[in-house]
């Protein structure tokens, strides 16, 4: 893939940083999509190198039309989720995010990682932004934890078979450090497909 | 004689205008008529208010507004200034002299404490149930003055630090801003904005405690990335960056903190204003939900408070945000909003009782003679 402009497909959940995850995908070389969380079909898949589920308020279960759509989804083409996009990845595979005892929104918190994919070439604890009520430390089947806060709590998931990643931080805010490496991370780990 | 327009211009100096001519909007897509004056009147300045709710119709709110108004029918009105003058802070004090005014009764809330608490606690299931993580809660008071609109600026401009401090008068009464917050600036394509959280009054605490404080600093961020996404919706020559972010803003008697967004862009103002109102630090975040359970939640139109004002000409504009503002009716009658955001270690009798604190800041107004006239 590489030369070649990635063209992603954003699911806007109607968060209010939509347009900053925009510029962090446009920023690191993708074009970018947006598409409104209520017009998502079966065919959302089929245009765009790879999709990337935003954030957005509420619980998992309210976005009935992504859940649906990603359990339609090629194996092989790519999805990102972010915050609530992580979390309808992981409700679709039956882990239920509950309230958090301690609230994280606008605040930063040490990241704890594997060091690859995503995380590449980032050092361990870096601060990320946060905009979470809910949350969980448990793994669905299928994916592996790639990161978790000070707390224990599932701060990403990979799930390679299927080619989904999601993290629970917001890789867009100017609370997260190493913003860019993140983002060229994404494309790369898309790019292998 | 009728009151002057009056608005902040830049570096302490004002836009004075006795001449005139005021034109009104209720069309919720309001960029063709903004565009049509731009288009008739190229080379005069426009002093412009867009009340609150103008911002619904870009954001895509869904539902009816149930709300019952106050003032401010008109969420769009634009004053073309045939002639003004560029005047300093003594040729105001010159120029107002004569006005006075005074406030007959005091101001008092038309949200009562238990309504208030019933919305506050409503705000705070919704945080932990993830709804949103922030919602500025706001309600009006009410009170009656006798005099002049101008002496009433002119008390209040000594009362409050600001740096956009402006009358202007409208089809159903005469705005006074004394706004210390920067909307938007535009200098041709670049744009700046100065979003303002964290607040703690000198006689309570004190600079040290605001920037100590995690939950003001949490506020502040959210609001800075909420506006992020909201420059870089329009940002199509050069994506938002924060100049700075978290710097203490001396008020006089209180202390603010502050940060200062910058982007580029090639729309117009109409555009601009369309896609980014209303403002990220007067709604809540997610901005479109808080602002649907703000619809829910306050019984009272906002109208020009916490919309925007300020002056456009060409591809330059500067617009504060419309808080700390009066409306002043021909009836007499005077009405202030005041306001907090919500968030998830808010507590309901701090929240309150600041609320009251500000009303009565204001409503510490005794008909003295003119402090210009001395």
Same mark, same amino acid.
């Given at each position: 893939?590489?030369?070649?402009?990635?063209?992603?497909?954003?699911?806007?959940?109607?968060?209010?940083?939509?347009?900053?995850?925009v510029a962090w995908l446009e920023e690191a070389g993708a074009a970018v999509r947006l598409v409104n969380y209520r017009q998502v079909g079966a065919d959302?898949?089929?245009?765009?190198?790879?999709?990337?589920?935003?954030?957005?308020?509420?619980?998992?279960?309210?976005? %009935?039309?992504?859940?649906?759509?990603?359990?339609?989804?090629?194996?092989?083409?790519?999805?990102? @989720?972010?915050?609530? =996009?992580?979390?309808?990845?992981?409700?679709?595979?039956?882990?239920?995010?509950?309230?958090?005892?301690?609230?994280?929104?606008?605040?930063?918190?040490?990241?704890?990682?594997?060091?690859?994919?995503?995380?590449?070439?980032?050092?361990?604890?870096?601060?990320?932004?946060?905009?979470?009520?809910?949350?969980?430390?448990?793994?669905?089947?299928?994916?592996?934890?790639?990161?978790?806060?000070?707390?224990?709590?599932?701060?990403?998931?990979?799930?390679?078979?299927?080619?989904?990643?999601?993290?629970?931080?917001?890789?867009?805010?100017?609370?997260?450090?190493?913003?860019?490496?993140?983002?060229?991370?994404?494309?790369?780990?898309?790019?292998? =497909? | 004689?009728?009151?002057?327009? !009056?608005?902040?211009?830049?570096? @302490?100096?004002?836009?004075?205008?006795?001449?005139?001519?005021?034109?009104?909007?209720?069309?919720?897509?309001?960029?063709?008529?903004?565009?049509?004056?731009?288009?008739?009147?190229?080379?005069?300045?426009?002093?412009?208010?867009?009340?609150?709710?103008? @911002?619904?119709? =870009?954001?895509?709110?869904? @539902?009816?507004?149930?709300?019952?108004?106050?003032?401010?029918?008109?969420?769009?009105?634009?004053?073309?200034?045939?002639?003004?003058?560029?005047?300093?802070?003594? /040729?105001?004090?010159?120029?107002?002299?004569?006005?006075?005014?005074?406030?007959?009764?005091?101001?008092?809330?038309?949200?009562?404490?238990?309504?208030?608490?019933?919305?506050?606690?409503?705000?705070?299931?919704?945080?932990?149930?993830?709804?949103?993580?922030?919602?500025?809660?706001?309600?009006?008071?009410?009170?009656?003055?006798?005099?002049?609109?101008?002496?009433?600026?002119?008390?209040?401009?000594?009362?409050?630090?600001?740096?956009?401090?402006?009358?202007?008068?409208?089809?159903?009464?005469? !705005?006074?801003?004394?706004?210390? %917050?920067?909307?938007? /600036?535009?200098?041709? /394509?670049?744009?700046?904005?100065?979003?303002?959280?964290?607040?703690?009054?000198?006689?309570?605490?004190?600079?040290?405690?605001?920037?100590?404080?995690?939950?003001?600093?949490?506020?502040?961020?959210?609001?800075?990335?909420?506006?992020?996404? $909201?420059?870089?919706?329009?940002?199509?020559?050069?994506?938002?960056?924060?100049?700075?972010?978290? /710097?203490?803003? $001396?008020?006089?008697?209180?202390?603010?903190?502050?940060?200062?967004?910058?982007?580029?862009?090639?729309?117009?103002?109409?555009?601009?204003?369309?896609?980014? !109102?209303?403002?990220?630090?007067?709604?809540?975040?997610?901005?479109?939900?808080?602002v649907e359970h703000i619809l829910a939640l306050e019984p009272w139109c906002r109208g020009f408070y916490t919309g925007v004002f300020g002056w456009w000409?060409?591809? $330059?504009?500067?617009?504060?945000?419309?808080?700390?503002?009066?409306?002043?009716?021909?009836?007499?009658?005077?009405?202030?909003?005041?306001?907090?955001?919500?968030?998830?270690?808010?507590?309901?009798?701090?929240?309150?009782?600041e609320l009251l604190l500000k009303a009565r800041k204001i409503s510490l107004w005794a008909p003295l003679k003119n402090p210009f006239s001395s």
């Open positions: 893939m590489q030369g070649m402009m990635l063209c992603c497909t954003l699911i806007d959940h109607f968060d209010s940083f939509t347009y900053s995850i959302i898949w089929a245009q765009g190198d790879f999709t990337v589920l935003s954030p957005g308020p509420g619980h998992p279960a309210e976005y %009935e039309k992504t859940l649906a759509a990603l359990g339609g989804k090629p194996v092989s083409h790519p999805v990102f @989720g972010i915050c609530l =996009g992580m979390q309808i990845m992981l409700y679709q595979a039956s882990i239920n995010c509950t309230p958090i005892p301690c609230i994280m929104h606008g605040k930063a918190a040490g990241i704890a990682h594997n060091g690859q994919d995503l995380f590449q070439g980032l050092p361990p604890g870096f601060r990320a932004g946060q905009y979470n009520s809910l949350g969980t430390a448990e793994c669905p089947p299928g994916f592996t934890v790639i990161a978790r806060d000070g707390e224990g709590m599932v701060q990403g998931v990979v799930d390679k078979s299927r080619c989904l990643m999601g993290v629970q931080f917001h890789p867009e805010s100017f609370l997260t450090e190493h913003r860019s490496v993140l983002a060229a991370n994404l494309l790369r780990w898309v790019g292998r =497909g | 004689m009728a009151d002057p327009v !009056l608005v902040f211009y830049h570096s @302490g100096k004002y836009l004075y205008s006795e001449s005139s001519e005021l034109y009104s909007c209720c069309a919720p897509d309001w960029r063709p008529f903004l565009r049509d004056l731009a288009h008739r009147f190229p080379d005069e300045f426009k002093v412009i208010k867009l009340n609150f709710e103008a @911002g619904f119709n =870009g954001l895509g709110v869904d @539902g009816e507004i149930r709300q019952t108004p106050l003032h401010s029918r008109y969420p769009v009105e634009v004053r073309i200034l045939h002639g003004f003058d560029v005047i300093d802070e003594k /040729e105001l004090r010159f120029r107002l002299r004569n006005s006075s005014c005074s406030l007959k009764e005091g101001f008092r809330p038309l949200v009562s404490r238990e309504d208030y608490h019933s919305s506050f606690n409503k705000v705070l299931q919704a945080i932990v149930q993830g709804g949103f993580y922030q919602l500025n809660l706001t309600m009006p008071f009410s009170g009656r003055y006798e005099g002049g609109t101008a002496g009433a600026f002119v008390r209040y401009h000594r009362v409050f630090r600001g740096d956009f401090h402006g009358m202007m008068p409208l089809e159903d009464g005469t !705005l006074i801003s004394m706004s210390p %917050e920067l909307f938007l /600036e535009k200098r041709g /394509e670049k744009l700046l904005s100065r979003p303002i959280k964290g607040t703690v009054e000198k006689a309570f605490g004190s600079d040290v405690q605001l920037m100590e404080s995690e939950k003001e600093a949490a506020e502040l961020a959210m609001i800075v990335d909420l506006l992020r996404s $909201d420059l870089n919706s329009v940002a199509d020559v050069r994506h938002s960056r924060v100049n700075f972010h978290r /710097e203490l803003l $001396d008020l006089g008697d209180i202390w603010h903190s502050w940060s200062e967004l910058e982007a580029e862009s090639r729309m117009d103002l109409p555009e601009i204003l369309y896609r980014m !109102l209303p403002g990220a630090s007067v709604s809540g975040c997610p901005k479109r939900r808080a000409r060409g591809d $330059d504009a500067r617009l504060c945000v419309l808080i700390r503002s009066f409306m002043l009716l021909s009836g007499g009658e005077i009405y202030y909003h005041s306001g907090g955001g919500i968030v998830h270690n808010s507590q309901l009798d701090r929240e309150y009782r």
